[in-house]
């Protein structure tokens, strides 16, 4: 049984930043795309970031590029999201999903496992 645990939200002012962590468990990690979609209240789902199973190929929203860095720790089980820059428009739960494959990309249907969430809040 696979399980994606994230944690490092919270409440930050503009400007700042946080880090993100989801630990996964229940699945070989270091075969599968890793990535952080985000939901904000009243808005749909959307891609954030991910990274392929290696690390060394990385996906960005142009909303967060050159501000969000994603990063994987295969021997920890363990994907990040460093978040700086912060703005309220970032506020959201960010969750953060395993795919079904080495290399997924932006499209929900890409990715088979979801963590709980983690709420993010960036005041003004």
């Known amino acids: 049984q696979v399980q994606l645990v994230e944690s490092g939200g919270g409440l930050v002012q503009a400007g700042g930043s946080l880090r993100l962590s989801c630990v996964a468990s229940?699945?070989?990690?270091?075969?599968?795309?890793m990535g952080w979609f985000r939901q904000a209240p009243g808005k749909e789902r959307e891609f954030v970031a991910a990274?392929?199973?290696?690390?060394?190929?990385?996906n960005y929203a142009d909303s967060v590029k050159g501000r969000f860095t994603i990063s994987r720790d295969n021997a920890k089980n363990t994907v990040y999201l460093q978040m700086n820059s912060l703005k309220p428009e970032d506020t959201a739960v960010y969750y953060c999903v395993m795919g079904l494959t080495g290399a997924p990309g932006r499209d929900t249907s890409q990715y088979g496992y979801w963590g709980q969430g983690t709420q993010v809040t960036v005041s003004s």
């Open positions: 229940g699945r070989t990690f270091s075969g599968y795309g």
């Open positions: 990274v392929n199973w290696s690390g060394s190929s990385t």
